[in-house]
């Protein structure tokens, strides 16, 4: 089945930088875009970012310029780098990955990330 895990969260101070890593199995991990969510507490739950599976990438403006989604087929991983990070970004980052041809998706169990000095 689809196992998702998420690792890199953890305490970073305001203006600093955080890479978060996603390993995928149990899929056909070239044939799915992935993309990354977080939520707030208090929040719902917020696209971020997706990579399809040909490696084009699109970010929601609230992290535009500050982040980059990035995927490696050959290791089934999916990273995302945050830079300039603000104490709104403070959240639970979750990883998912979405057939490209379905409408189901999966997700990992979340990865925190807090911003504060």
């Known amino acids: 089945q689809v196992q998702l895990v998420e690792s890199g969260g953890g305490l970073v101070q305001p203006g600093g930088s955080l890479r978060l890593s996603c390993t995928a199995s149990?899929?056909?991990?070239?044939?799915?875009?992935m993309s990354w969510y977080r939520q707030a507490p208090g929040k719902e739950r917020e696209w971020v970012a997706t990579?399809?599976?040909?490696?084009?990438?699109t970010y929601a403006a609230s992290v535009k310029g500050r982040a980059t989604i990035s995927r490696d087929n050959a290791k089934n991983t999916v990273t995302l780098q945050m830079n300039s990070l603000k104490p709104e970004d403070t959240a639970v980052y979750y990883c998912?990955?979405?057939?490209?041809?379905?409408?189901?998706?999966?997700w990992g169990q979340g990865s925190q990330v807090t911003v504060s000095s």
């Open positions: 990579i399809s599976d040909g490696g084009r990438s």
């Open positions: 998912s990955a979405r057939y490209k041809y379905g409408l189901t998706d999966n």
């Open positions: 149990g899929f056909t991990f070239s044939s799915y875009y």
